[in-house]
């Protein structure tokens, strides 16, 4: 809890190289063998399965987004927006950066 300021963070590049490195070689154990294409398929089918289980809990939340939805439109369909800024042509005004004792310098 107590770190001191004046350490430096450690570099967390060779963990990051070794968790791409191991996700890359899971990876390619799953589709690159024929006993990884079979896990593959378990796995979809039982993501699948669970998928159909939970319908109707996946209906209702998309019911509740869209009322959620309908009730912000709602709110804001009554309000007209403020009109744009008027556009107007000024002439900006010259600055001068560079001063040599007070005086500018012509550039």
């Known amino acids: 809890?107590?770190?001191?300021?004046?350490q430096p963070l450690a570099d967390n590049s060779f963990s990051t190289f070794m968790f791409g490195l191991t996700?890359?070689?899971v990876g390619t154990i799953l589709l690159g063998t024929e006993e990884g294409r079979k896990v593959s398929?378990?796995?979809?089918?039982?993501?699948?399965?669970?998928l159909e289980?939970?319908?109707d809990l996946f209906q209702e939340a998309k019911n509740v987004a869209s009322q959620a939805v309908h009730e912000i439109e709602?709110?804001?369909t009554g309000e007209t927006p403020p009109p744009p800024a008027p556009f107007t042509n000024r002439p900006r005004p010259k600055?001068?950066?560079f001063e040599s004792h007070g005086t500018p310098l012509d550039p």
């Not at 809890?1 to 004046?6: A, G, I, R, Y």
Request: aromatic share 8%; glycine share 8%.
């Open 1 to 6: 809890m107590n770190e001191p300021k004046d």
């Open 23 to 25: 996700i890359g070689i």
């Open 41 to 50: 398929q378990k796995l979809l089918k039982s993501a699948g399965e669970t």
């Open 53 to 55: 289980k939970n319908e």
């Open 74 to 76: 709602n709110q804001f």
């Open 95 to 97: 600055t001068n950066y």
